[in-house]
């Protein structure tokens, strides 16, 4: 089966700061790569697929690079309502997708 | 609109039975392949099962490997999760999303997702 790491598991960071989350996949998965943020009590909501499209509605502060095993998740300017969880995920296998263990953004 | 309601969680002993239930509307149910994943109780979301659009093919994560199966009924625009001998593990809330093969099967329309408790 394909893991999926996330870095850091928690950050903290200020309104208006750059933030980068990073995503690795133990073999190469393409660019089948997509991430999700999930806010508490909520369903996750896509923000980025296959590694770099923004899914539609979703601001352009968010933006996603890479392909093969290293992927990035990048949010020029944080915004209050950026405050959550952060997930990647592989689709790359037909047969099982996979989460990374998500990556909580705090206000500091 | 797009959307997808789930139905069907609660607190069921170990070694019992559940249905979940999710309802699609708003898209053509039957183009698209279905997701259930769950999320433990402050933990991560893990992927559990999915089914092709056509119910052709079903794939299960390992922890739940013969003992769930996932269906659909298109006539009906609904997907089915069935939960036999349950644990306290399985413990969660219990999502339903849609797979899009234009988005390289991203997961792009969520439910708001159903508790289940297994406790005795």
């Known amino acids: 089966d394909i893991q999926m790491t996330q870095s850091p598991s928690s950050l903290s960071a200020s309104v208006g700061d750059r933030v980068t989350i990073t995503c690795r996949a133990s073999?190469?998965?393409?660019?089948?790569l997509n991430w999700y943020q999930q806010k508490p009590g909520k369903a996750p909501k896509l923000l980025i697929y296959?590694?770099?499209s923004l899914q539609s509605g979703v601001p352009s502060r968010f933006s996603g690079s890479g392909s093969g095993t290293d992927f990035t998740l990048t949010i020029s300017s944080l915004q209050p309502e950026d405050f959550a969880t952060y997930y990647c995920?592989?689709?790359?296998?037909?047969?099982?997708?996979?989460f990374g263990q998500g990556t909580k953004v705090e206000i500091k | 609109q797009v959307q997808l309601v789930e139905s069907g969680g609660g607190v069921v002993q170990p070694g019992r039975s559940l249905r979940l239930s999710c309802a699609a509307s708003?898209?053509?149910?039957?183009?698209?392949?279905m997701h259930w994943v769950r999320q433990a109780p402050g933990k991560g979301l893990e992927w559990v099962a999915v089914?092709?659009?056509?119910?052709?093919?079903?794939f299960y994560a390992d922890s739940v490997k013969g003992r769930f199966t996932i269906s659909r009924d298109n006539s009906k625009n609904t997907l089915y999760l069935q939960m036999n001998s349950l644990r306290a593990e399985d413990t969660a809330v219990y999502y339903c999303?849609?797979?899009?093969?234009?988005?390289?099967?991203?997961?792009?329309?969520w439910g708001q997702g159903t508790m289940v408790t297994v406790s005795s």
């Open positions: 708003g898209f053509t149910f039957s183009s698209y392949g």
């Open positions: 999303a849609r797979g899009d093969s234009d988005r390289l099967d991203a997961f792009d329309i």
């Open positions: 995920q592989q689709s790359y296998s037909a047969l099982t997708w996979t």
């Open positions: 073999q190469s998965i393409s660019s089948y």
């Open positions: 296959a590694a770099s």
């Open positions: 089914i092709w659009y056509d119910g052709s093919n079903k």
